[in-house]
């Protein structure tokens, strides 16, 4: 079985800074995915970029870029020039793979961007 | 294009009671999961369905909890003789068959047992 373990609860920072939410993930697969998904106070959950993990490049989607080092399972999320609409609760989340498979989230990281 | 629709959007009923949960799933998407995220946690995988089978129902906690879905389309969770623990947000999500292809996510229903 697979865990995703996020070690901060919450965080803030202030609108136009650089923060890095933490994840760190336990599996015995070797193929795999890993996602950051956000859900705003309307619930929806929104994806904000993924990883392959047979790919050693980073993923990168506009202000949001991923930290992935397969050998630690650690997978952060750096969110650049901050937001106030960034403000959220932010998931990390695994998916084996082998066609459609179930996502398993960590606990979230609630951030809050300050003006 | 439309997205995943959950109804009702919150749902209050009393302990005891039977309730049913719909999705509708992005179309042509073959694929849909249901997760309960319970209050302050991260989400919980309940089901899988591709088309109208599901190969993986392994996340339902007890046999209160059943899930159906027809034509390849809508599903229902139900839950029988609610208990306030099964209070919750419950989220449905569908995608395209194939790898590596993303969930999208509905907005849940907001589950409160009274």
């Known amino acids: 079985a697979q865990t995703v373990t996020q070690s901060q609860p919450e965080m803030s920072v202030q609108e136009a800074e650089t923060v890095t939410l933490s994840c760190t993930y336990d599996?015995?697969?070797?193929?795999?995915?890993l996602f950051w998904y956000k859900q705003p106070p309307s619930r929806q959950m929104i994806l904000v970029i993924r990883?392959?993990?047979?790919?050693?490049q980073n993923a990168t989607e506009n202000r949001f870029s991923v930290n992935f080092q397969k050998a630690a399972k650690s997978f952060s999320l750096k969110i650049s020039d901050s937001q106030l609409g960034d403000t959220a609760m932010y998931f990390c989340?695994?998916?084996?793979?082998?066609?459609?498979?179930?996502?398993?989230f960590g606990t979230g990281t609630r951030l809050t961007i300050i003006p | 294009g439309a997205g995943v629709s959950q109804s009702p959007s919150n749902k209050v009923t009393e302990k005891g009671k039977d309730v049913e949960l719909r999705c509708d799933p992005i179309?042509?998407?073959?694929?849909l999961y249901w997760y309960r995220q319970s209050l302050g946690q991260g989400l919980e995988f309940l089901i899988y369905?591709?088309?109208?089978?599901?190969?993986?129902k392994s996340g339902l906690p007890s046999d209160r909890f059943s899930a159906e879905r027809t034509g390849g389309s809508v599903s229902t969770l139900t839950i029988q003789r609610t208990q306030q623990e099964d209070s919750a947000v419950y989220l449905c999500?569908?995608?395209?068959?194939?790898?590596?292809?993303?969930?999208?996510f509905g907005d849940g229903t907001r589950l409160s047992i009274l």
């Open positions: 999500a569908s995608s395209l068959p194939g790898f590596n292809q993303p969930q999208h």
């Open positions: 599996t015995s697969e070797n193929n795999y995915y």
């Open positions: 989340a695994f998916m084996k793979q082998g066609g459609n498979e179930k996502l398993t």
């Open positions: 990883q392959e993990a047979y790919k050693q």
């Open positions: 179309s042509g998407h073959t694929a």
């Open positions: 369905f591709q088309g109208n089978s599901a190969p993986d």
